[in-house]
Every structure is written in C-alpha cells, then in structure tokens.
C-alpha cells in the first residue's frame, strides 16, 4: 500500500514538472481564442536594472467579438513595475481587428527576467465573459545590475542637484552681454528714437539745413517748384516744432505767428514770408520759378542758424506760455 502511494506521489511531482516547462504557456478556458491570435514584443531586449521597457501586446479577433487584456503580473512581488498603459484598436484588411495593449514596465533584478504573464478575455454579444486565455510569454530580457541588487520597485525622482558656483561665473558674461545692449538702446535712442519728439537729442539747427539740401537736389533732379514750397513748409514747421516746443506742425500760418510773437524770435517776419508764399502757392496755385524756390532756401537756411543762436524766450502773456496750448486745427 505504501508503495502504490508513493508510485502515485512520484507521478504527480513529474506531470506538474512538465506543465511547469511547457513551451507554449497558454491556458485556454472554453475555446474561441486561438494562442496563433496572440503575439508579444519587448524593446529593448536588454536594459540596466531600473529602466523600462515597451511590452506591447496584439490580440487579433473577429469584429464581432469583444477582447480585453486582463491581469498583467507586475508589482513588488515580480520583477516588473507598471509604469503606464495604454490601448487602442484597428481594423485589419480582411475585416477583423487587432486590439494593441502598450505597457511602460519597468524591470529589476538581473540576469534574464521572463516577460509577464496576461489574461486574455473574450465578450460575446455584450454577455459576460464567455472565454478566457491565460498567456506567459516564454521570452524574455537581460537585466544588467548597475545599482542595488535589493532594487524591485520604482523609487521616486530625485531633485535636481545644483552645479554650485557654475551659475555665477556665467552670471559675469551675461552682465556684460545686458550692459552692451543697454548702451546700444541708448544710442539707437539718441539717433532715432527721439528724433521727432520735442526736446529730442538731436540739434534741429542741423537737421534742418540737412533737409533744405535734400530738397535743393531734389529741384535739381526735375521736382517741381511748387512742391519744393511745400517740402519747405513741412521743413519749416517742423524746426519751430522741434526748436520752440510748440505745435508748428498742428497750426495754421497764424497761430504760428502769434507763437513767434509770444517767443520774441528774430527775423520772425522772414519765417513767415515764406510760410504765407508756401499757403499760397499750395491754396491759390501759384507757379513758382525753380530760381525763386532755391532763393527762399538760401532764406530759410540764414533762418535757422540766425534762430539757433538766440536764447529762448517767452514774453509772459497771462502767465501761462502759449506752448501749453493743447487745441488742433488743420491747415
């Protein structure tokens, strides 16, 4: 009797060693899902302890049919940790479709790990589970033990570590590099910025003459004497703007005089001779000679540097200066 119990226990310990070494690790439940419709990949197929790998999964199935990838064997007690997942579907050309199951699995240990085992799940007519299919791949991935042996689980992120004095030998460089541009905006500023606004940098004295021989090459090149008179106008205006603070540019020929009256500029009758000679070439169509037009420049230009050489001065006129005036009228 004994011997018969132990001819019994001897074949059960060599039935369950041979399901335990089986090649083709798949349990089918009740039929309709085929092993040949499952397929696994793992990328890399080495890595060092700690990393991660992409374990995707593909069921093909008929469209009819429901298949969902269940139960994947990770977690402190394997030598995987799910690190995220995700799925999706599509329809193959003969009509069936493939469920694809990605999964960021993060490996531990050394040496060679198998790959973890799935259940597949098969859902017929919206019923419940009507098949199931247990899957353990039998291939698997090389891990290489660069840290702790005793590493099976995935440790939070570390905080960044500081390079230490690294950041203020770059802070130098990086100061020179805001001064340079400071002194290049100030330049620009110098040049153009403020080029039209009142009490800019530049000496209108200057730039007026320097647009006076503009226009004088311009009569030269065929422009016509009446709009030379009216560049002249603009030119004009545009010294008293920037020369006496007021709005020239803004004001017709008589608010300027009484803005010229009230600054006690020299020679301001010859200023308005030419301003009263541009209205009426430009509003009675006057047809000036290329000879009187370059004359009035000549004038013009004794304006400007006469007017560059005298102080300011307001004659005081209800105690306020007309310059404060702030009314538009047009031309």
């Not at 419940?128 to 033990?145: E, I, K, N, Q």
């Not at 400071?182 to 009142?198: C, D, E, I, Y």
């Amino acid at each position: 009797m004994n011997g018969r119990f132990r001819r019994l226990s001897t074949a059960a310990v060599i039935a369950c060693s041979l399901l335990r070494v089986a090649p083709a690790c798949a349990v089918p439940a009740s039929g309709g899902i085929s092993i040949s419709d499952v397929a696994v990949r793992a990328e890399p197929d080495s890595l060092f302890s700690g990393e991660r790998i992409r374990y995707v999964i593909t069921v093909r199935h008929d469209a009819k049919r429901t298949i969902a990838v269940e139960g994947l064997e990770t977690g402190p007690s394997t030598s995987f940790e799910l690190a995220g997942r995700s799925e999706s579907s599509r329809r193959l050309s003969d009509g069936t479709l493939e469920l694809s199951v990605s999964a960021d699995l993060a490996a531990f240990g050394s040496g060679h790990q198998r790959l973890p085992g799935f259940t597949v799940t098969e859902i017929r007519n919206g019923r419940s589970r009507s098949s199931r299919l247990y899957f353990r791949p039998t291939s698997s991935v090389v891990v290489m033990s660069m840290t702790d042996s005793t590493l099976t689980r995935l440790r939070p992120v570390a905080p960044p570590v500081g390079p230490g004095f690294l950041p203020w030998l770059l802070l130098l460089p990086v100061l020179a590099v805001v001064v340079l541009l400071l002194f290049a905006v100030l330049h620009l500023l110098k040049q153009g910025v403020l080029r039209n606004s009142p009490g800019s940098l530049i000496d209108p004295v200057r730039a007026a003459r320097q647009k006076l021989k503009s226009l004088d090459r311009q009569l030269t090149k065929g422009l016509p004497p009446s709009e030379g008179y009216e560049n002249l106008s603009n030119i004009l205006r545009e010294f008293l703007q920037h020369r006496y603070r007021f709005r020239a540019m803004e004001q017709v020929t008589q608010e300027i005089a009484e803005e010229l009256d009230l600054r006690q500029v020299k020679a301001r009758e010859t200023m308005l001779k030419l301003l009263l000679r541009a209205d009426f070439i430009k509003f009675a169509d006057g047809r000036p000679d290329i000879d009187e037009c370059r004359s009035s420049l000549r004038v013009a230009e004794a304006f400007f540097v006469g007017a560059g050489n005298q102080p300011d001065t307001i004659a005081p006129q209800g105690g306020e200066p007309s310059g404060q005036n702030t009314g538009e009228s047009t031309r």
